[in-house]
């Protein structure tokens, strides 16, 4: 079975710009959740979709938005790019939402700069 | 809200054994969790613990102690590869979903 996919993987914006990333969960995974990681702050909460709906959202600014399809890929939004967006976006999918246990399997990530 | 803490760096000998500790305050809780990620990599899932206790996976072991809020991984017979960053992570009650909470991460530095 294939695993997560993330695209692009590598991507360089100036500031102002925005930017789309694009995830691709494990087949039969309906739960995508979203990641930055930098190194200051670490892996940080961004959002999560399941079955098309945002369940979940951290404490990022109104410039960071997602969504998610029927077939469960899910794309997340950044406007307006500063300098400190500059980080690892990770997905990462697993079957369900609400089963505590649940395993997140994780992209390769994108790598975002912006200069 | 919730935090995590653990050592930022750890530094052993190939063949020993290593632990690394997790400290957590959270207003809910339903377990812990570990992920390995190498240099350039995805973090990948090693354990859960939602009760008490040790569980054994092969070479890794995590344990939790919820009266303490603190749990631990446990890395035996330690090899080159296991030279990563390990991250601890709690799932909160409140919510619902998949929400992670993530600790810092330990990185870990195995030496012949």
């Known amino acids: 079975k294939a695993g997560v996919t993330q695209t692009p993987r590598y991507l360089i914006k100036t500031r102002g710009q925005q930017v789309t990333l694009s995830c691709s969960p494990i087949?039969?995974?309906?739960?995508v959740s979203w990641y930055q990681q930098t190194p200051g702050q670490g892996l940080q909460f961004l959002f999560e979709?399941?079955?098309?709906?945002?369940?979940n959202k951290g404490n990022f600014p109104g410039r960071f938005s997602g969504r998610q399809f029927s077939n469960s890929r899910s794309e997340m939004n950044v406007s307006t790019l500063e300098l400190g967006d500059s980080a690892l976006y990770l997905c990462?999918?697993?079957?369900?939402?609400?089963?505590?246990?649940?395993?997140?399997?994780f992209g390769p990530g994108t790598r975002l700069l912006v200069l | 809200g919730q935090s995590l803490e653990q050592p930022s760096e750890v530094t052993a000998v190939e063949g020993a054994i290593v632990q690394i500790n997790c400290t957590y305050q959270?207003?809910?809780?339903?377990?812990l969790s570990w992920y390995q990620q190498h240099d350039g990599g995805a973090p990948t899932f090693l354990s859960y613990?939602?009760?008490?206790g040790l569980e054994e996976t092969g070479r890794f072991s995590s344990f939790l102690s919820r009266s303490d809020s603190y749990g631990y991984l446990l890395l035996q017979e330690l090899q080159m590869k296991d030279s990563a960053s390990y991250f601890c992570?709690?799932?909160?009650?409140?919510?619902?979903?998949?929400?992670?909470?993530f600790g810092t991460g330990t990185q870990l530095k195995v030496e012949l």
């Open positions: 613990n939602a009760l008490d």
């Open positions: 959270t207003s809910g809780f339903y377990g």
């Open positions: 979709y399941f079955s098309e709906t945002q369940r």
């Open positions: 990462a999918s697993s079957v369900s939402s609400d089963t505590p246990q649940e395993t997140q399997y």
């Open positions: 992570a709690v799932r909160a009650l409140t919510g619902g979903g998949n929400k992670l909470t």
């Open positions: 087949s039969g995974h309906r739960s």
